[in-house]
């Protein structure tokens, strides 16, 4: 009997582990297509496959051009013209080169331009899928801008872009005006930026643009951004709850608490939960915050989300 209660056990949780290997199935991560992909011209039916100097007059897989003639750079030029495409001033060498790569170490990336009041809006979509109506997702995009120098390889003899971008907007869905954002390039000068947007799904699917303005002084005063996007660049949003430490006696120190304890985040295909070292002491200030100072005194958090908090003795009221 005992051994068939024990064989009854071990089927039962096979069971479990099947029904729970079944949830994890249906319940898929969301997918956008990277801006690193093969390049796409809009004017013939060219492919730049594996070319990771980049492309003129073209976007990534899986991305739609939806107005103008968005480009693809790499670290020394940008749109390099070939395979029957060219754009003014493609060839011509970014200012700062070697530009750093991206946070996800991206060879190449979308390059746009903002051609003024009279031109007209570069910018590129693509699909987000693998969404669940009424859930909050956050798209991460990484953004940089440069100036670019003339070369006797530019096209038509002139420089690609002589101003830096002064903001771009990234949306999902265009009519959802809440679900955007601007962002400030003047801290992404030569250097990468990242930026988050969070959204609620209305469905299914739903659409990331990309518009890098139009204010800037026209023909030879160009702007651009160049932008990347992961191919995991969208992620359901942590659920972070309010944390209360009840601590009566003044100025103690509190260390190694879990911060993290009572919130939640899972990726269901790949059931990885809360990344430990990913908490953020202040989510407003750009980059991640893992020591800040306020009135009460200053916060450290560590790599396994372990709180210390020092009070300052003159410091009166509740320590937030």
């Known amino acids: 009997m005992e051994k068939s209660n024990l064989l009854g056990k071990k089927i039962l949780l096979l069971i479990i582990g099947i029904l729970m290997g079944g949830a994890f199935l249906f319940a898929q991560k969301p997918k956008i297509a990277a801006s690193n992909g093969d390049g796409h011209f809009k004017y ?179 702007e651009c951004v160049n932008i990347s996007v992961t191919l995991n660049a969208v992620n359901d949003v942590p659920v972070a709850n309010d944390d209360i430490i009840d601590e009566h006696n003044n100025f103690t120190t509190v260390t190694d608490y879990d911060i993290l304890n009572n919130d939640t985040d899972i990726n269901f295909d790949t059931g990885e939960g809360l990344q430990n070292g990913t908490v953020d002491l202040d989510p407003e200030t750009p980059g991640q915050q893992k020591t800040i100072t306020t009135p009460a005194g200053k916060w450290t958090v560590n790599n396994e989300g372990k709180l210390t908090f020092v009070p300052d003795k003159s410091y009166t009221g509740i320590y937030a």
Request: positive net charge; charged residues 25%.
């Open 44 to 222: 013939n039916n060219n492919s730049a496959e594996g070319a990771d100097e980049g492309c003129a007059v073209c976007a990534p897989k899986g991305w739609r051009i939806d107005l103008g003639t968005p480009d693809m750079s790499n670290k020394y030029k940008v749109a390099k013209s070939g395979h029957g495409s060219k754009t003014s001033g493609s060839n011509s060498d970014w200012e700062s080169k070697p530009l750093d790569l991206p946070p996800n170490n991206h060879q190449k990336w979308l390059t746009l331009r903002d051609l003024g009041p009279n031109g007209t809006e570069e910018n590129v979509s693509t699909e987000i899928t693998r969404l669940k109506k009424g859930r909050v997702y956050e798209v991460i995009v990484y953004s940089l801008t440069d100036r670019t120098i003339q070369t006797p390889e530019s096209s038509y003899g002139v420089n690609y872009a002589t101003v830096y971008n002064d903001k771009f907007t990234f949306s999902v869905d265009k009519t959802a005006y809440a679900d955007r954002k601007e962002v400030d390039l003047k801290h992404d000068r030569g250097t990468w930026g990242t930026h988050r947007l969070r959204f609620v799904a209305t469905g299914p699917t739903a659409r990331l643009y990309l518009f890098p303005g139009h204010n800037s002084g026209g023909s030879g005063s160009y």
